[in-house]
């Protein structure tokens, strides 16, 4: 018995050391590059801090009387739907970047990265135009306890893919000038981290937010 | 496929030299189904604002319990498939798993505390008080 125990995990211990692996190992005690390893270790501390935002907006997401719209005053469902799809599809442009990048194709690498900065731009775009929207109709960000958790929770996501886009033009033109070489596809595959984050964190805002009633 | 055990060295590798998986992996159609797949949810959580009264999420009408938990469940594929698989948890080390599911499991653990504390899931008992 103790003998097939063995056996089966000397079988387990040799699948695994042949199963293929996406990325190299790295001369550090992890076998996972440092800014590879402080990107995870960011998005970990970045859960909490979206964690409290949403938190607060489900403690204040009802007004009180006569403070103003509340959430389903102003929410246009079907446009957020249109603009949450759009971010969606840019994690899958994302992830196409950094399979370009990881074959040597830079020019896919340019018109994947160039494609999702631009449906990330459609998505802050929409934002602007729904947050217009929700002041014309009284929504100010002082208006009500739930107008100012929406808009700090929202606005915090909008500034976080702002910041993703920039990061995306930076390594377009990076790319352009021959700075960004195969053998830095990790640089990409961060960018692409971070990228998806903010997809995920607008995949629970959309939810909580938008569409529980 | 042979394992591949790059020597030490302080310059970046050539991903292609090391990991024969990346050239033979079908990984473009995987996440091009991955995202149809993520297109496909996103229209069930649609669904349940456009259709709230189909029987699968109509359960406890009063007080949308079946809608709620199907948008939680939902979202916790949409969640899940993206850091799956976009962010490459599944081909990646086991320790940036566990990372990242520190920091989830502390945040999840940390604020449901905290809306534990206001007395959030005590309906009408609520410390902020609904308008």
């Not at chain 2, 970046?12 to 949810?41: C, H, K, N, S, W």
Request: aromatic share 12%; with cysteine; hydrophobic share 50%.
């Amino acid at each position: 018995m103790a003998e097939t125990v063995t056996h089966h995990r000397e079988l387990l211990a040799e699948r695994d050391a042949h199963a293929p692996v996406a990325h190299p190992d790295h001369a550090t005690n992890t076998g996972i590059s440092n800014t590879k390893l402080a990107m995870w270790l960011f998005l970990a501390s970045e859960c909490l801090l979206f964690g409290g935002l949403i938190t607060t907006y489900l403690l204040y997401k009802h007004p009180l009387p006569g403070s103003g719209p509340g959430p389903h005053d102003v929410f246009d469902i079907p446009f957020t739907s249109a603009s949450s799809f759009v971010l969606l599809m840019s994690s899958l442009t994302m992830v196409l970047a950094v399979s370009a990048i990881e074959r040597g194709d830079h020019h896919r690498l340019r018109v994947w990265l160039v494609g999702t900065a631009l449906l990330g731009a459609t998505f802050i775009a929409g934002q602007v135009y729904e947050f217009t929207v929700f002041y014309n109709e009284g929504l100010g960000y002082t208006t009500s306890r739930f107008s100012s958790a929406f808009y700090t929770l929202t606005g915090f996501h909008g500034v976080h893919v702002t910041v993703g886009i920039i990061m995306l033009v930076s390594l377009v033109l990076l790319s352009l000038r021959g700075r960004l070489p195969e053998h830095r596809s990790e640089t990409v595959e961060i960018v692409g981290l971070y990228w998806h984050f903010v997809d995920v964190v607008w995949i629970l805002i959309f939810a909580v937010v938008y569409l529980i009633p | 496929m042979a394992a591949v055990t790059p020597e030490p060295t302080d310059q970046p590798i050539p991903t292609q030299a090391l990991d024969g998986a990346v050239a033979e992996y079908p990984r473009d159609r995987l996440y091009v189904m991955t995202a149809v797949f993520l297109a496909i949810v996103t229209a069930v959580e649609i669904a349940t604002y456009v259709w709230p009264e189909l029987p699968v999420w109509s359960w406890g009408h009063e007080s949308n319990v079946g809608i709620i938990a199907a948008l939680m469940v939902l979202m916790a594929i949409k969640f899940f498939t993206v850091a799956w698989v976009f962010m490459h948890l599944k081909f990646d080390k086991p320790l940036l798993n566990r990372l990242f599911a520190a920091g989830l499991i502390l945040a999840i653990s940390v604020y449901l505390a905290v809306m534990a504390a206001f007395r959030m899931f005590w309906a009408g008992d609520e410390m902020v008080r609904r308008g």
